[in-house]
């Protein structure tokens, strides 16, 4: 678990920003739901057989009354928990984001953390394929909108889960294929045989990877409709120039998908490639108690697209300060911060250097810090400038006169410093 400090902190809230104007110009509202929940949320919503209901979850027993609760492991749970809870699809559909931190107890590594963060973005009510492109399409427009190259940068992998029936029956044959080589399979794939086989497509040992390449593909068992949202997808994708790779392995971690699964991935992470996943989630909502809705988002790791982006030396704009004061010995401070607050009123982003009990630092140094502020201006206030109503303003980067203002008068000249 990390602590964030300045100035990575920064690149944190210029991500969030970006963030925040995507939904808004998608129409995507925001929602904030209890870091703890009910295990059994997770239990019931993620299914027992996944890594992370088997392994990874900081569950604990509430010692005051007994319950048994978890750290959020992911978002999508109680999202639609909250949603049930309010009947908040009463009136229709709902698009919805949130960002926030997450915990599994996995191994910590570069790109994995047991507290991390999540930004989520889900759709509630909405069964057409328009809104899983949709999805997708505001993924790429992040991606813009950060300055990542799509398609090399980062790479969208597609798949289509179908439907529990054809599931059904892609399972037995996969169960019947895997039962063939059984000599093959690793402790773990040999446990999920019978529960979970699909995720044992999904395995990271290379040494199954010629039985995972044999076996027979999900895809090859969808029925009629679920082709045609798939090829829905597809066409909306092509359509707006979106490149991507149906991958047939694609299974996802956790049970509730269904039909459209994706993955957003990069080769600049090292194992941990995976920046974006999501898909539909229909029979989520009603599994967890609801009235039956269909659903479908996707959670993006913070954490590694902050580490893909500093990697790519993708930049947050600086933010240095309009100006810094610079307060010479024997000035009144009462005078300094009055004048300092209604420049800060109009807006300007002034930097005092504190001034401390002993007086103000040589000028000297106090320039120094102006500079390395990187300020456009500083504000010299000096004892008898300040007697006669004035303060001195000097240019510190791009040439210029110093010139001098009347306090009195701030309003007049604050939108001189402001970066426009
Ligand atoms: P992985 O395959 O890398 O374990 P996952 O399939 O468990 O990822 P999801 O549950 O789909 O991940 O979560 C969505 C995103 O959250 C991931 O693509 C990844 O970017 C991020 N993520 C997941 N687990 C962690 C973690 N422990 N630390 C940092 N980021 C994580
Ligand atoms: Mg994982």
């Not at 990575?8 to 904030?32: C, K, P």
Request: proline residues 6%; charged residues 25%.
């Amino acid at each position: 678990m990390n602590d964030i400090l300045p100035p990575d902190s920064a690149r944190w809230e210029w991500f969030e920003h970006i963030v925040r104007t995507l939904m808004r110009r998608y129409g995507y509202q925001n929602i904030r739901t209890p870091i703890v929940e009910p295990t059994a949320l997770f239990v019931r919503g993620l299914g027992e057989v996944t890594d992370i209901v088997e392994k990874e979850m900081y569950s604990f027993a509430d010692s005051l009354n007994g319950d048994l609760l978890t750290l959020r492991p992911e978002g999508t749970a109680g999202v639609v928990r909250a949603v049930n809870e309010h009947s908040f699809l009463y009136e229709g559909g709902k698009r919805l984001f949130y960002i926030g931190p997450m915990f599994r107890h996995e191994r910590p590594q570069k790109g994995r953390y047991r507290q991390f963060h999540q930004v989520g973005a889900e759709v509630l009510g909405f069964a057409g394929p328009d809104v899983d492109a949709e999805l997708i399409l505001m993924t790429v427009a992040l991606w813009r909108d950060l300055g990542l190259n799509v398609g090399t940068d980062v790479r969208l992998e597609l798949n289509s889960l179908g439907q529990p029936d054809e599931r059904r029956a892609h399972r037995e044959a996969l169960i019947k294929h895997l039962e063939s080589h059984a000599d093959q399979l690793d402790e773990e794939a040999r446990r999920r045989l019978h529960s979970n086989p699909l995720r044992i497509l999904d395995t990271k040992n290379a040494a199954m990877q010629p039985i995972v390449e044999a076996a027979p593909q999900l895809i090859d068992f969808l029925g009629e409709s679920s082709l045609a949202h798939f090829d829905a997808v597809k066409r909306v994708l092509d359509a707006v120039g979106v490149n991507y790779r149906v991958n047939p392995r694609l299974v996802r971690g956790m049970d509730y998908y269904n039909l459209t699964v994706f993955e957003w991935v990069t080769d600049r992470l090292g194992a941990q490639g995976t920046v974006c996943g999501g898909g539909r989630f229909d029979g989520l909502i009603e599994q967890l108690g609801g009235k039956p809705a269909p659903g479908v988002g996707w959670g993006l790791g913070i954490e590694r697209l902050l580490l893909l982006l500093q990697e790519l030396g993708i930049e947050p704009p600086p933010s240095a300060p309009d100006a810094f004061a610079v307060v010479l010995a024997g000035t009144p401070l009462p005078l300094v911060m009055s004048t300092i607050e209604s420049l800060r009123d109009r807006g300007v982003h002034v930097l005092l250097n504190p001034v401390g009990q002993a007086g103000p630092a040589s000028p000297k140094s106090q320039f120094k810090k102006a500079d390395a502020s990187g300020a456009r201006f500083a504000l010299v206030f000096g004892p008898d400038e300040v007697a006669l109503g004035q303060v001195s303003v000097k240019p510190l980067r791009d040439g210029g006169e110093q010139v001098t203002r009347p306090v009195a008068q701030a309003g007049e000249w604050a939108a001189s410093l402001r970066q426009s």
